[in-house]
């Protein structure tokens, strides 16, 4: 990667409140007008790191460069390239969702009119017109977050900040968000985004790093990440020990857990291998209580490069029963 | 620290978001303004000729005059605390969170406090002086005397509020802002001649009120206004006073501001 098309590049970030380490090394890559996702748990650093690459702290060391620009030397530089949603609301609770566009529009210096045109754009693009009299006080958590995007676009940033972006979105509201940044980078815009939602990453970005404890474990594209983890695998479970001996039996490959009565049948998740494995199940007219399809998403490299497991999440992909 | 080019229009910004809050709350700024309105009568019209009695009133010593300028001081101190919690509750928000992630004017989002609060306290002085005139208040002051005291009251206003923005900004909550800025908003009118002359106070206080930036600047209020006897030293004193108190809040609160962010 050729150093001026990225859009973002870090090398040797550090930061520690008092002696707790926070960040503790961490390189990153950005190419201009991609989604870059920095995925992690509770408390792995990943505001932190927002915050740093976003001028809004400092860091304690590490080579810095956004937008080109050497973040140490020139914040004022970076901060005009830039847009950033933070974690936390960063609405004006006492202006309506109208007045907190023409606000930005002023202070990106656009001129009466055109603050106003491109307010009432915005209000448009993100379903606000109808709230837009409104005081952004009396929002509802998901309005005031395409609020909070809404005014971080004001100024046609190149680089987009997004720190979990749709973290108390209902899916609805998050399908939307997922859109929306969908169209942002289409237009040539670079993202970074953090998120705890494995899906998320897996959904949108181009790149994923995962940060745990402040370190990347692991640093790719989603199918390379994916590699990292266990193979896929049919589950089966059975009530009754007969059963599921017979479909031991026929199914030599499926390793046992002879206490919960199950199997696990390794396989691609493509549908001729899960017919195989059906008739034969059929052929010996067994009975099985509960089917699993489990393909390798980012809970599994999740868990095999943190050797935790991942949170709020089901692996069920087909049950049937 | 690079500086934006738009510094007028980015504080212009910033005074706007905040006259718009003040007019969100229409019940604070109207108890900011009232109160010292309501000082005003309570001690003119009610303490007023107990004070003056015991102060030796009859032989020419008009205590309404001798008040006003007090009280007119006092409301400046008084409206501080707004802009000082004001400032101290943006920075727990995630609001200034983004602004300082942008390329405005730094000083903006403070000086934008400081210019509200001006103008509020303009509003509140036209207000005192003109209930004071209603019950009796008489300056004799030219049209170039009023003029400096004008220029006097807006400078002690933007000095005190910078300050009290700094005092508010060392705490991390607007009700610990409020009540750091509680000595400066109410104590020191008080400790100074606002009330009584410092010849009758006790010989502790009445040193302290002595040297205290007020007394200075009342003095010299005093003596634009009404024509009162004042130390040719004094008028210079109160500006000096005025100028050190803003430099150093104004110093103090961008540095509370900026701390921790990138330069
Ligand atoms: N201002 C601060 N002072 C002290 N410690 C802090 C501060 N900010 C963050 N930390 C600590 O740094 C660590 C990383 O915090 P950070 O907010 O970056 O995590 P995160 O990945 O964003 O977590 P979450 O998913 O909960 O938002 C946490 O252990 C947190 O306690
Ligand atoms: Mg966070």
């Given at each position: 990667?050729?150093?001026?098309?990225?859009?973002?590049?870090?090398?040797?970030?550090?930061?520690?409140?008092?002696?707790?380490?926070?960040?503790?090394?961490?390189?990153?890559?950005?190419?201009?007008?991609?989604?870059?996702?920095?995925?992690?748990?509770?408390?792995?650093?990943?505001?932190?790191?927002?915050?740093?690459?976003?001028?809004?702290?400092?860091?304690?060391?590490?080579?810095?460069?956004?937008?080109?620009?050497?973040?140490?030397?020139?914040?004022?530089?970076?901060?005009?390239?830039?847009?950033?949603?933070?974690?936390?609301?960063?609405?004006?609770?006492?202006?309506?969702?109208?007045?907190?566009?023409?606000?930005?529009?002023?202070?990106?210096?656009?001129?009466?009119?055109?603050?106003?045109?491109?307010?009432?754009?915005?209000?448009?693009?993100?379903?606000?017109?109808?709230?837009?009299?409104?005081?952004?006080?009396?929002?509802?958590?998901?309005?005031?977050?395409?609020?909070?995007?809404?005014?971080?676009?004001?100024?046609?940033?190149?680089?987009?900040?997004?720190?979990?972006?749709?973290?108390?979105?209902?899916?609805?509201?998050?399908?939307?968000?997922?859109?929306?940044?969908?169209?942002?980078?289409?237009?040539?815009?670079?993202?970074?985004?953090?998120?705890?939602?494995l899906e998320?990453?897996d959904?949108?970005?181009?790149?994923?790093?995962?940060?745990?404890?402040?370190?990347?474990?692991?640093?790719?594209?989603p199918a390379?990440l994916k590699r990292l983890a266990p193979g896929g695998h049919i589950r089966l479970?059975?009530?009754?020990?007969?059963?599921?001996?017979?479909?031991?039996?026929?199914l030599?490959s499926a390793s046992?857990?002879?206490?919960?009565?199950?199997l696990q049948v390794p396989n691609d998740g493509s549908v001729q291998s899960l017919r195989a494995v059906l008739a034969?199940?059929?052929?010996?007219?067994?009975?099985?209580?509960?089917l699993t399809v489990h393909t390798p998403d980012l809970d599994d490299v999740?868990?095999?490069?943190?050797?935790?497991?991942?949170?709020?999440?089901t692996d069920e992909k087909v049950t049937s029963? | 620290?690079?500086?934006?080019?738009?510094?007028?229009?980015?504080?212009?910004?910033?005074?706007?978001?905040?006259?718009?809050?003040?007019?969100?709350?229409?019940?604070?700024?109207?108890?900011?303004?009232?109160?010292?309105?309501?000082?005003?009568?309570?001690?003119?019209?009610?303490?007023?000729?107990?004070?003056?009695?015991?102060?030796?009133?009859?032989?020419?010593?008009?205590?309404?005059?001798?008040?006003?300028?007090?009280?007119?001081?006092?409301?400046?101190?008084?409206?501080?605390?707004?802009?000082?919690?004001?400032?101290?509750?943006?920075?727990?928000?995630?609001?200034?969170?983004?602004?300082?992630?942008?390329?405005?004017?730094?000083?903006?989002?403070?000086?934008?406090?400081?210019?509200?609060?001006?103008?509020?306290?303009?509003?509140?002085?036209?207000?005192?002086?003109?209930?004071?005139?209603?019950?009796?208040?008489?300056?004799?002051?030219?049209?170039?005397?009023?003029?400096?005291?004008?220029?006097?009251?807006?400078?002690?206003?933007?000095?005190?509020?910078?300050?009290?923005?700094?005092?508010?900004?060392?705490?991390?909550?607007?009700?610990?802002?409020?009540?750091?800025?509680?000595?400066?908003?109410?104590?020191?009118?008080?400790?100074?001649?606002?009330?009584?002359?410092?010849?009758?106070?006790?010989?502790?206080?009445?040193?302290?009120?002595?040297?205290?930036?007020?007394?200075?600047?009342?003095?010299?209020?005093?003596?634009?206004?009404?024509?009162?006897?004042?130390?040719?030293?004094?008028?210079?004193?109160?500006?000096?006073?005025?100028?050190?108190?803003?430099?150093?809040?104004?110093?103090?609160?961008?540095?509370?501001?900026?701390?921790?962010?990138?330069?």
């Amino acid at each position: 990667m050729n150093s001026s098309s990225l859009a973002i590049d870090v090398a040797g970030l550090r930061k520690s409140y008092g002696d707790k380490l926070v960040l503790d090394g961490i390189d990153l890559k950005v190419a201009e007008g991609t989604i870059f996702s920095l995925l992690g748990p509770n408390g792995a650093g990943k505001t932190t790191a927002v915050q740093i690459l976003s001028t809004l702290i400092t860091a304690d060391a590490g080579e810095i460069r956004v937008a080109g620009h050497d973040l140490h030397r020139d914040p004022e530089a970076v901060r005009a390239a830039i847009g950033v949603t933070g974690q936390f609301s960063a609405v004006d609770g006492l202006l309506t969702g109208e007045e907190n566009l023409v606000m930005m529009a002023d202070l990106h210096h656009l001129g009466r009119r055109e603050a106003r045109r491109r307010a009432a754009e915005l209000l448009e693009r993100f379903d606000l017109v109808e709230a837009g009299k409104k005081l952004a006080m009396t929002y509802s958590g998901g309005m005031k977050r395409r609020l909070d995007l809404a005014m971080t676009l004001v100024g046609n940033p190149r680089i987009i900040f997004l720190d979990e972006p749709t973290t108390g979105l209902d899916p609805r509201s998050r399908h939307s968000m997922w859109q929306l940044v969908r169209e942002l980078v289409a237009g040539g815009v670079t993202v970074l985004l953090t998120t705890q939602y494995l899906e998320e990453a897996d959904e949108l970005a181009d790149r994923i790093a995962v940060l745990d404890h402040g370190q990347l474990v692991a640093q790719g594209t989603p199918a390379e990440l994916k590699r990292l983890a266990p193979g896929g695998h049919i589950r089966l479970r059975f009530t009754a020990p007969d059963q599921f001996a017979a479909a031991a039996q026929v199914l030599p490959s499926a390793s046992r857990d002879d206490e919960s009565l199950v199997l696990q049948v390794p396989n691609d998740g493509s549908v001729q291998s899960l017919r195989a494995v059906l008739a034969r199940i059929d052929d010996a007219r067994i009975e099985v209580d509960e089917l699993t399809v489990h393909t390798p998403d980012l809970d599994d490299v999740f868990f095999a490069v943190t050797g935790q497991p991942a949170t709020n999440h089901t692996d069920e992909k087909v049950t049937s029963r | 620290m690079s500086i934006s080019s738009y510094p007028m229009a980015d504080t212009a910004t910033m005074l706007r978001r905040n006259l718009r809050h003040a007019l969100r709350y229409p019940g604070l700024s109207l108890g900011a303004l009232g109160m010292p309105v309501i000082m005003m009568l309570l001690f003119g019209l009610i303490f007023g000729d107990t004070f003056a009695a015991g102060l030796g009133g009859g032989n020419g010593f008009d205590y309404l005059d001798f008040l006003t300028p007090g009280i007119l001081l006092m409301s400046i101190a008084s409206g501080t605390m707004s802009p000082a919690v004001g400032a101290a509750m943006d920075m727990s928000e995630g609001i200034v969170a983004r602004f300082r992630t942008m390329a405005i004017f730094r000083p903006a989002v403070l000086t934008g406090h400081v210019l509200g609060n001006v103008l509020l306290t303009i509003v509140s002085l036209a207000l005192v002086i003109g209930f004071a005139v209603l019950i009796g208040f008489r300056p004799n002051a030219s049209a170039g005397e009023w003029i400096l005291a004008a220029g006097l009251m807006i400078a002690v206003t933007v000095s005190l509020t910078w300050f009290a923005i700094a005092l508010g900004l060392t705490s991390k909550t607007p009700e610990g802002a409020s009540n750091i800025v509680l000595p400066i908003s109410l104590l020191l009118p008080f400790l100074s001649n606002t009330f009584i002359p410092l010849e009758s106070m006790p010989s502790g206080i009445r040193w302290f009120a002595e040297y205290q930036p007020f007394t200075a600047i009342i003095d010299t209020l005093r003596h634009l206004l009404l024509g009162a006897p004042m130390d040719s030293g004094t008028g210079w004193l109160a500006l000096a006073w005025c100028l050190a108190i803003a430099l150093v809040g104004y110093f103090w609160a961008q540095k509370s501001y900026n701390k921790g962010t990138a330069a």
